[in-house]
T-cell receptor
Framework: GAVVSQHPSRVICKSGTSVKIECRSL??????MFWYRQFPKKSLMLMATSNEGSKATYEQGVEKDKFLINHASLTLSTLTVTSAHPEDSSFYIC????????????FGPGTRLTVL | GENVEQHPSTLSVQEGDSAVIKCTYSDSASNYFPWYKQELGKGPQLIID?????GEKKDQRIAVTLNKTAKHFSLHITETQPEDSAVYFCAASSSNYKLTFGKGTLLTVNP
């Protein structure tokens, strides 16, 4: 099956710093990648949709200047949390679809961000 | 926009019993319905999906049924095993590929 990786799996940073999370599709070309946020014991909340070579489309209430998304290639998307604050602490998960994966969304393993 | 309701929020069964999780959706344009299993600290894993042109799909111990008229779909797990214990999410999607998730069901299979 299609494999999506994320890096890092866990990151701890100080308040005010920026953190970059990478999402890669390992065995297919991802036309579209999605970024989600998940709070403990809660469902997944879609933050933004990114298509390769295009600007990301953000969901209502998600600050685009806070959460910078880049989808520069068909196998890589990055999420940068700028000027992180403790309330940004969360589990961030990406998913990818397209190419040989078709319409099915395959999820990465997630990144646990803790902002001190 | 789409709204997906999922029930129950928790489900506890004995090993070997069956488990059923139900979801309803609101947008009649939705045509793709995946189910994901999420273990603690991990990303969701696709376990089965169904498209609107099919009423039922089965993969070994897992089956999904879809009733388009009533706008509901269900996950059925037979012969449950302790390793089936996890949170299960249903989702719905239309042509824009965006998934709307249910709130999840914590399934516990007791040995």
């Amino acid at each position: 099956g299609a494999v999506v990786s994320q890096h890092p799996s866990r990151v701890i940073c100080k308040s005010g710093t920026s953190v970059k999370i990478e999402c890669r599709s390992l065995d297919f070309q991802a036309t579209t990648m999605f970024w989600y946020r998940q709070f403990p014991k809660k469902s997944l909340m879609l933050m933004a949709t990114s298509n390769e070579g295009s600007k990301a489309t953000y969901e209502q209430g998600v600050e685009k200047d806070k959460f910078l998304i880049n989808h520069a290639s068909l196998t890589l998307s990055t999420l940068t949390v700028t000027s992180a604050h403790p309330e940004d602490s969360s589990f961030y998960i990406c998913s990818a679809r397209g190419g040989l994966a078709g319409d099915t969304q395959y999820f990465g393993p997630g990144t646990r961000l803790t902002v001190l | 926009g789409e709204n997906v309701e999922q029930h129950p929020s928790t489900l506890s069964v004995q090993e070997g019993d069956s488990a059923v999780i139900k979801c309803t959706y609101s947008d009649s344009a939705s045509n793709y319905f995946p189910w994901y299993k999420q273990e603690l600290g991990k990303g969701p894993q696709l376990i089965i999906d169904i498209r609107s042109n099919v009423g039922e799909k089965k993969d070994q111990r897992i089956a999904v049924t879809l009733n388009k008229t009533a706008k509901h779909f269900s996950l059925h797990i037979t012969e449950t095993q302790p390793e089936d214990s996890a949170v299960y999410f249903c989702a719905a999607s239309s042509s824009n590929y965006k998934l709307t998730f249910g709130k999840g069901t914590l399934l516990t299979v007791n040995p």
